[in-house]
């Protein structure tokens, strides 16, 4: 039996041929029977893979074999034991796509990506940076996931977005809603850092001129502080893990939707034509397992 473990990364930088990189991608990770996501779109590359530690590690030596890749950040983490006896069982296949934006804000023509990153994006701030900055001057956290993510963990008295996908970003800044939040020093985070290289650069371009970014995101973050820190309940994964704790001693801070109890549980609705998720307990998940709109 291998090692399971499951491997998050992404890279902004220029590819005049996407359609390429996404043959050699699935060609890589089939041939190491590596399941997961990898997207590929003109301004880079976004992946989360998991399988044996030893495949992972082959896939990682490859990948850094081209040049614009050599420097991606691989965030590991522990997967978990199945049938198979890997990890892979935590996705059902392989899914590696070409699409017009890495993570889609609906922002592709807006987003400007050179050899160095993203141009215009926030500036980077570690763990150990990030609580320095709190200590020397007033900040505001602010959540670059959806509203479900942030339920579930969150760090303390971060803005959190009334949003169901990333797409809704680009509107609520228009919108003005976090407009009170202009002249203020402002740091986002996200799940792995990569939602908070396009909010940045979109939240500069509308006047928001202190704005920072927690680099390698929530994940991270539990990887230096756990849950002695600044974070508080669990990360919410796209994966069959759903949520992930930083320690055996993580607090519950997601309410259920029904009936307001703790819980960390986030499921989908039972109606197979609707793509909506919520956080449930176990005993209302049993009693009613559809979101509101379909009650």
Known sequence: MGTPKVILFYVFTPLPDPDAIRVWQRSVATSLGLRGRVIVSPHG????LGGDLRALKSYVRDLREYAPFRGADIKWSAGRALEDG???????????????????FGAGDELQVDADGVVGGGERLTPQQLHELLEAEDVVLVDGRNAIESEVGRFKGAVRADVETTREFVDLLDSGAWDHLLG????????GGIRCEVLTPLMRNRGFDRVYQLDGGIARYGEAYGDDGLWEGSMYVFDERVTVDFSDRTEVVGRCDACGAATKDVVDCADLACVRQMVRCTTCVGADHHCDRHG
């Open 184 to 191: 203020r020093t402002v740091v986002t985070y996200c799940t």
């Open 86 to 104: 890997v990890t892979t069982a935590l996705f059902p296949r392989l899914s590696v796509k070409v699409r017009d934006e890495v993570v889609t």
């Open 45 to 48: 590359i976004n992946a989360t």
